[in-house]
């Protein structure tokens, strides 16, 4: 028995990459997986009209993605016994066995004006074979980051068998200034931090934004009017336009349908708070619950036959699921605390939430029926979850304690591992994850 229990530890503790080296190269993404897969990413070799350290900013942004994930570990140039110095040259499988090399990532870019090119194969050095056939992305010179992260996603997607999401962006609300003077406004960035756009001017309070499903729109609310109103922006033009403003009332915590042509939201009347549902184009609404309660937060299903949302019907904070055209909801929180901010997975398989217990803020995720509750992260304040395009990270709000209370977004994947701080140049709130973009 002692032996047996033994072989059990001894093959937990073995890297998934290491169980699958008499077969393809591939990562089984699952809580067991503690040692990252090591890769090799060379600068891309420079070719017609490319110069300067271009291939090294490709190279250096694919590692981040990946090593990023925390399911790879990039082995360091100083490292490497063979220099890729020209694309067409065979590999020298033997070298970067030497280095424990098990992935190598090489590519070159070349310029044309102010176009790119880049070409680049993904290659399993134990089986001394390439993985899929080479591939070529093209872009603009302004656009390089772009296709750094195009390349990542192949990346991971041929190794772990799931598609990626480093090609995505992120609308958030940026914040600056002193807690009791803050302001807020919207913006948008890489799903990394990189290239921040700023949407509003900083003299308007925003809340809330949400991506469409499409990526091409942003619903928000804004105290512009000195009333929460909900707004639709169009990314591309920045364009937007008032929602939502039926007389004395409020309205805020907007998500689109995944059709794109419904929004669900919270219209206050009185001191009442209920779930209603519009029309985009015909502006006509429907109102979806009507209890006392205060409900609110709903998000859609991918399939958008349901809705999640947040219910203090029950006495306390929780959440509950009905059908998207309203109807008879069923309770599918009930561990202690209070629960907020539900959001579906894009695979449909969970919920992400915001939990608050024993004085302390949780990011946690459930099955959809509430079963295999799940507490990812614990802190001061941690809030407002949403999902990577893949389903496999979660972003989030995180407040530090103090006067200063200063925000910032930090990710997490769904088995509670590799949390890491976002970059951004402000402090940030109310993350919304983008799809891949086209």
Not at 48 to 63: H, K, P, S
Not at 187 to 192: E, K, Q, S
Not at 400 to 418: C, E, K, P
Request: aromatic share 8%; charged share 20%; with cysteine.
């Amino acid at each position: 028995m002692m032996v047996r229990a033994l072989f059990l530890i001894l093959m937990c503790l073995i890297p998934a990459w290491a169980l699958a080296q008499n077969g393809p190269l591939r990562i089984e993404i699952t809580e067991g997986v503690i040692e990252p897969l090591p890769v090799a990413i060379p600068d891309l070799v420079l070719e017609g009209g490319a110069a300067g350290d271009l291939g090294q900013r490709i190279a250096r942004v694919v590692a981040e993605d990946l090593t990023g994930t925390g399911l790879f570990r990039e082995i360091p140039s100083s490292a490497f016994i063979s220099q890729v110095s020209d694309f067409a040259a065979p590999v020298q499988y033997a070298d970067w066995k030497a280095i424990n090399a098990q992935a190598l990532v090489a590519g070159a870019v070349s310029v044309n004006g102010d176009q790119i090119s880049v070409k680049f194969r993904l290659y399993d050095v134990f089986s001394g074979a390439e993985l899929g056939e080479g591939l070529q992305l093209a872009g603009t010179t302004d656009g390089w980051r772009r296709i750094a992260h195009k390349m990542a996603d192949v990346v991971y997607s041929r190794i772990t068998g799931e598609t990626g999401y480093f090609d995505s962006r992120v609308v958030f609300v940026s914040e600056t200034g002193p807690k009791d003077s803050r302001r807020k406004r919207l913006a948008v960035m890489d799903y990394d931090g990189a290239n921040v756009q700023y949407l509003t001017g900083s003299e308007d309070i925003v809340l809330a934004p949400r991506f469409s499903v499409a990526g091409d729109r942003v619903l928000y609310t804004s105290y512009e009017t000195g009333f929460p109103r909900i707004y639709v922006l169009d990314v591309g033009s920045v364009q937007r336009r008032v929602l939502e403003s039926q007389q004395g009332t409020m309205s805020f915590a907007p998500r689109f349908a995944p059709n794109g042509q419904t929004v669900v939201y919270s219209l206050t009347q009185g001191a009442n708070t209920d779930i209603w549902a519009m029309n985009v184009a015909s502006g006509q609404s429907q109102r979806l619950t009507s209890t006392p309660a205060i409900e609110t937060a709903p998000s859609f299903s991918p399939d958008g036959g349901q809705i999640v949302f947040e219910s203090d019907r029950s006495g306390t904070q929780q959440l509950y699921v009905m059908p998207a055209g309203g109807g008879e909801a069923r309770r599918i929180s009930f561990g202690e605390g209070r629960y907020g901010t539900p959001v579906w997975s894009p695979r449909g398989d969970l919920i992400a939430f915001t939990k608050q217990s024993k004085g302390r803020f949780h990011i946690g995720v459930m099955r959809t029926d509430g079963s295999e509750e799940r507490l990812l992260t614990a802190s001061f304040l941690d809030e407002g979850p949403t999902w990577s395009p893949n389903g496999r990270v979660i972003m989030f709000a995180r407040e530090t304690q103090g006067a200063a209370g200063r925000s910032t977004l930090y990710s997490v994947d769904i088995t509670g591992r590799n949390l890491r701080p976002v970059r951004t140049p402000d402090g940030g709130s109310d993350p919304s994850w983008g799809p891949l973009q086209r």
